[in-house]
């Protein structure tokens, strides 16, 4: 069973930065680099949205919420993908979830609480 595992949430002051990160496990490279790689988040009361997201050949696509704060990266040599978040929002407060996807299905991380607040 494939496993995505985010790291890096925590609590920033407004304005600030954090990195996310997911490592993905028992999936060997060559299957990793087929997968689209995104990045989304769920506050209270709120569904899950999509941040951002990158192809297997490096394509990026950002919600309009975060687009010139956030980018987003993958490494297919080492099955990750980074989430690197500027300019922090209170109202970017949710927990973050790492998503692979490709046609025959999806897999999705436990998630991270990120926390923006002074």
């Known amino acids: 069973q494939v496993q995505l595992v985010e790291s890096g949430g925590g609590l920033a002051q407004p304005g600030g930065s954090l990195r996310l990160s997911c490592a993905a496990s028992?999936?060997?490279?060559?299957?990793?680099?087929?997968?689209?790689m995104g990045w989304f988040r769920q506050a209270p009361g709120n569904q899950r949205e999509l941040v951002a997201s990158?192809?297997?050949?490096?394509?990026?696509e950002y919600s309009d919420s975060v687009k010139g704060r956030f980018t987003i990266h993958r490494d297919n040599s080492r099955k990750t993908a980074r989430l690197q978040m500027i300019s922090l929002m209170p109202e970017d407060t949710a927990v973050y979830y790492c998503?692979?996807?490709?046609?025959?299905?999806?897999?999705w991380g436990q998630g991270t609480q990120v926390t923006v607040s002074s």
């Open positions: 998503n692979a996807q490709r046609g025959d299905g999806s897999h």
């Open positions: 028992r999936m060997i490279t060559s299957v990793f680099n087929t997968y689209t």
């Open positions: 990158i192809t297997s050949d490096f394509r990026t």
